[in-house]
């Protein structure tokens, strides 16, 4: 099983992790956070991430990072250097979710369902009337209604 490793500016990795537990009720403590502090050196922040990776307990880890080119990002990126992980910057939730679904894929295979699922995850909601559904026209009133 792949282990999941999210970096992000703090609060948000603990946050998104602790969004994984309230979805799933078996909870995955194959999911890790790292929350970067702020002016935390970087150099300090890939040596906690090095331990976490570690505690982990594989090294097929696909590490979620929130913003590319942000330290976060760049620490993510030395820690999966040379080793057998993955790394996708713009984590979001639906990304995360979707990858704590799958986690038991081949890596490669993991890395494609999470990027679909963040992009898929991300879309225009209506705001006046429902999505996907047609006005009927054998309705009394005029407002549709979702059931």
Do not use: W
């Amino acid at each position: 099983m792949n282990g999941i490793l999210i970096i992000a500016h703090a609060p948000l990795a603990s946050a998104l992790r602790q969004c994984v537990s309230h979805v799933f009720s078996d909870y995955p403590e194959s999911v890790a956070a790292l929350d970067v502090q702020p002016n935390m050196p970087p150099e300090e922040t890939l040596a906690q991430a090095r331990i976490v990776f570690g505690q982990l307990g594989t090294s097929h880890v696909l590490v979620l990072a929130d913003v590319f080119g942000a330290t976060p990002c760049n620490v993510a990126q030395k820690l999966v250097d040379g080793v057998t992980s993955k790394l996708i910057a713009g984590v979001n939730l639906p990304m995360l979710l979707r990858t704590v679904s799958y986690r038991h894929e081949p890596l490669n295979a993991l890395v494609a369902r999470a990027v679909a699922g963040g992009t898929q995850g991300v879309m225009q909601v209506a705001i006046t009337a429902p999505q996907n559904q047609a006005l009927r026209h054998h309705d009394q009133d005029q407002h549709d209604h979702q059931q």
